[in-house]
């Protein structure tokens, strides 16, 4: 589970994921996806180095790595924060046809 952080910069908003070990790993949420009344995130993986390259194109490698991306279902938390929850394998493959369908109808505008 991960909670949105009051980070957002330049690059939009981000998540931190926490796994079971407490290792924090941060995404950019890339777009919300609607299904019927849920919402699920389209999220990317911000990665940065020892030396704080973030894919620079700087010649370092950090550009080969492959990308991180992830969906998560968007649920509200006791707390009325919004919280993100990895989504059933049903829901998953609803996201993948929604996502499928938002894409060809901006790729035909």
Known sequence: MA??????EEEGVVVV????????YYYEEEMIIP??????ALLIGIHNDEDGH???GCGCGCEDEE???I??????????EDEYVEPTDEEFE?????????VEESEQE
């Open 3 to 8: 909670k949105k952080e009051d980070m957002q």
């Open 17 to 24: 994921m926490t796994d079971e070990d407490g290792n924090e």
């Open 35 to 40: 299904v019927g009344d849920e919402k699920y």
């Open 54 to 56: 973030d894919h620079c």
């Open 67 to 69: 990308e991180d991306v």
């Open 71 to 80: 969906i998560a279902k968007i649920v509200k938390g006791a707390d009325g």
């Open 94 to 102: 609803a996201v993948q046809k929604a996502y499928d369908a938002l």
